[in-house]
């Protein structure tokens, strides 16, 4: 208790020393009561852009409030946009942990000393960041391998830090008006569970090994192999790999990599995650990928860390196409009609008026060579501007916004030349051919095929229960004809009664009004 009581003391020293209750009440709209602790409070500079102030209490405050930052980085339909573009400066800054603890955390998980497991073990880590760091070693039969260790002590200090952001993320969403939108309770739940996923390595190496099977036949991506003998949930041991770092320019045009190429083949590598697979890699920065130079796999990409993978579903990938191809033809109508459709947009919703703002939103974009538009830019537009429109953004469409941003700056770092819009436009019509045609209703029959043998066998058996079913009468559907058929039987002796009763009343006025004319009686 006293430990958290101290954390919570800090978090609230380094909140007032870079001014976070400030950028907090200026998005309340009390002009009043920002200037009375502004008074209060006289001593601190506040004259940094309050992006810069943000970041600077994240890093003061510890890798956990790091990575809730980089989370929020990544929600720039819901920050602004000066804001974001700050936080997405946030780095691991994390110093590695002693050795000791790692051997004894390999000895733990995996049930033996490194020296046991390895024919040698690097104990000095190359790499080092908030949640795990890596260490080199190679197996006893001679292959060479990375050892990826997690930090001692991260599910209690997560679980504390994560706790006291739940907490302010309920007082946020109490006092702030904007709160329904930015949902700062379901931010940090989203954060909970990413930070918690990434606590276990298995998922990783599971990530690892399905990107690994999807680009098996392919010469544009490398992937690591994971020894699955070597993992478990704290420490998993994979292929270590040899490359260039992509964000070495410099290095790569002196081993006679195609930059160009290069750009080229790193559009076509998310595009192909994107739409063929549903499943990509969202961690896409510069830190996490190679280029290989060894000669039978030159030029190549090498991918590393797979703690955060995005997948889609064949209505997301629908939706993203549509929209995508929509933008290219510069058909703002279908734009507002696939979110309204989709169901992110309110039923209710004018698609002239969703059109009209699409079209404003995009249009002076398209003005300018088609070299200089960032298609990332022109998305987060979109999310921004369809707030208005209450448009719920789904979680797995800015994880692939915020990927789509990352891989259009990689690539323009790359080659400045890129037309992103050119290079994408083609795939995306192919696919979208594939999946309206014959070869995509073929695909999808093929994929359902199991499932058809599976059910057409029992379609006899199935249909004879059915018919059976409804020639014998259920025991209430017996019980039900019972009694209409009594109610039946008791209207037709009154129907009876009335019909013998007016007949007899009839026939008895007709003899009565002859036997008076017989006998010459006045009626």
Known sequence: ????????????????????????????????????????????????????????????????????????STRRDLMPLDIAEELARLQDRVPPFDSDLAVAQITKSLGAHPDQLFARFEREPVASASIAQVHFATLKDGREVAVKVLRPGMKKLIDED????????????????????????????????????????MREAANASQLRRNFANSDLLLVPEMHWDYCSSSVIVMERMYGIPVSQTERLVAAGVDLRKLSSDGVEIFFTQVFRDGFFHADMH????????APESFGRYIALDFGIVGTLNDYDKDYLSQNFLAFFRRDYKRV????????????DTRVDELEAAVRACCEPIFDRPLKDISFGQVLLRLFQTSRRFNV??????????????????LGRQLDPELDLWQTAKPYLEKWMSNQVGPQGFMERLRAEAPRY????????RLLHQALTVHGEPRENEVELMKTLLAEQRQTNRLLSFIVYFVGAFALGALGLQVFMRWHQLPF
């Open 162 to 201: 994560v706790a006291l952001m739940h907490i302010a993320a309920d007082w946020t969403s109490r006092l702030w008006a904007d709160s329904k939108r930015l949902k700062p309770k379901e931010v940090v739940g989203e954060f909970d569970k990413y930070l918690h996923d990434e606590l276990d390595l």
């Open 336 to 347: 507002a009609e696939a979110h309204i459709e989709s169901g992110w947009a309110p039923k």
């Open 1 to 72: 208790m006293i430990l958290k009581f101290l954390r919570l003391f800090k978090i609230i020293r380094v909140s007032i020393k870079y001014g976070l209750d400030e950028i907090a009440i200026s998005g309340l709209q009390v002009p009043r009561t920002a200037k009375l602790i502004d008074t209060l409070i006289f001593w601190r500079d506040l004259s940094s852009p309050r992006g810069l102030r943000l970041r600077l209490a994240l890093e003061e405050l510890g890798p956990i409030f790091v990575k809730f930052g980089q989370v929020l």
């Open 453 to 460: 043998a599976h059910i057409f066998p029992q379609l006899p």
């Open 286 to 293: 510069p830190g996490n990928i190679l280029v290989s130079i």
């Open 392 to 409: 719920e953004v789904q979680p797995q469409l800015v994880l692939l916004q915020k990927t789509l941003l990352n891989i259009e700056g």
